[in-house]
């Protein structure tokens, strides 16, 4: 589960450099992804989606990697800057209204 | 400027005490939902709505209940019966009730029971 919280994974990286988040997903019939940026005393916000028929898109400064064979998803953010300081979550769904949130990982950019 | 509006921003009451919490959207979305976020954890879901008038259970529907009269509102009350309700609810809604819509969250309510 996710939520901007006490005991979260952290990832530090200096400014500039590249980010790489990491996130195991549980179910193997699901077929949509998606991350979330999270900034403090915030609702989360879209980042990027990927469908399970692709195993690579790319957004302005982000990528997203999928890979099904290991149930793996992950998200490369390019020439981190501060602001991309945040708790970054994936999130699953299986079809319906059903989505899974994963627990998060919190992104720190040193300056 | 569209978007999903939730008040108030804090919100303290008093244990024993049923309180509800605002959710408006203007994105013309059928589907709006309810979670609950706590430290530590990832969002679980209280209720949801595909449309007016119906609304479903999800994974922590119990000591809450919503009403959805309007498209645009999904108001959530935490009743007393919720064991323990300090928590970050956030409201979020899609676009239809098909797959591969992400959902638009709003600021959250930060709900503190003395």
């Known amino acids: 589960g996710e939520s901007v919280g006490l005991h979260l994974p952290t990832l530090s990286v200096q400014e500039g450099d590249n980010s790489i988040i990491n996130c195991a997903y549980s179910n193997s019939a699901s077929d949509y992804f998606i991350w979330y940026k999270q900034e403090s005393g915030k609702g989360p916000q879209f980042i990027i989606d990927?469908?399970?028929?692709?195993d690579k898109r790319q957004g302005q400064r982000v990528t997203v990697l999928l890979n099904k064979t290991v149930k793996h998803l992950s998200l490369q953010i390019a020439a981190t800057q501060p602001g991309d300081s945040a708790v970054y979550f994936c999130a699953e769904n299986t079809g319906g209204f059903k989505t899974i949130f994963g627990a998060g990982t919190r992104l720190f950019v040193k300056a | 400027d569209g978007g999903i509006t939730q008040s108030p921003k804090y919100l303290f009451r008093k244990e024993g005490q049923n309180v509800t919490l605002s959710c408006e959207q203007n994105?013309?979305?059928?589907?709006m939902y309810w979670y609950r976020q706590d430290p530590g954890q990832g969002l679980r879901l209280i209720y949801y709505?595909?449309?007016?008038?119906?609304?479903q259970k999800g994974d922590i529907a119990e000591g809450y209940s919503v009403s959805r009269e309007k498209k645009e509102s999904f108001p959530l009350t935490v009743t007393s019966a919720q064991k323990n309700p300090t928590a970050f609810y956030l409201c979020?809604?899609?676009?239809?009730?098909?797959?591969?819509?992400?959902?638009?969250f709003g600021p959250g309510t930060r709900l503190t029971v003395l």
């Open positions: 709505s595909q449309i007016v008038n119906d609304f």
């Open positions: 979020a809604s899609s676009r239809d009730r098909g797959n591969y819509n992400e959902q638009f």
């Open positions: 994105l013309n979305h059928d589907a």
């Open positions: 990927i469908r399970s028929n692709m």
